[in-house]
């Protein structure tokens, strides 16, 4: 009866486990949603930009910080950003 126990618990362990939704840990300057946007601000990317509204879950920027890059996962504060190759284009430059 003991054995029949343990084993029914770790069945509902198991059920529980894998119906929870794992949370990634996220790098510095970057929290988890469950909602973010798809196309997230990069200090490559120009001020304006046309994106769809779509959810997307994981990791994204903290509020004054963005992507260094639209390839990269680190988040810099926006000010940050390295030099604008193209005048008026990109995030924090303005020449």
Same mark, same amino acid.
């Given at each position: 009866m003991r054995t029949v126990f343990i084993v029914i618990s770790i069945l509902v362990c198991l059920a529980v486990h894998s119906i929870q939704e794992e949370i990634p840990i996220c790098?510095?300057?970057q929290v988890y949603k469950k909602c973010g946007t798809a196309c997230p601000d990069a200090c490559d990317v120009p001020e304006r930009q046309n994106c769809l509204a779509v959810c997307v !879950?994981?990791?994204?920027? !903290?509020?004054?910080?963005?992507?260094?890059?639209?390839?990269?996962?680190?988040?810099?504060?926006? !000010?940050?950003?390295?030099?604008?190759?193209?005048?008026?284009?990109?995030?924090g430059h303005s020449h």
């Open positions: 790098r510095d300057n !879950k994981g990791c994204f920027c !903290k509020e004054g910080y963005i992507l260094i890059s639209r390839n990269s996962t680190y988040c810099i504060r926006e !000010k940050d950003c390295p030099k604008c190759p193209y005048p008026n284009t990109c995030k």
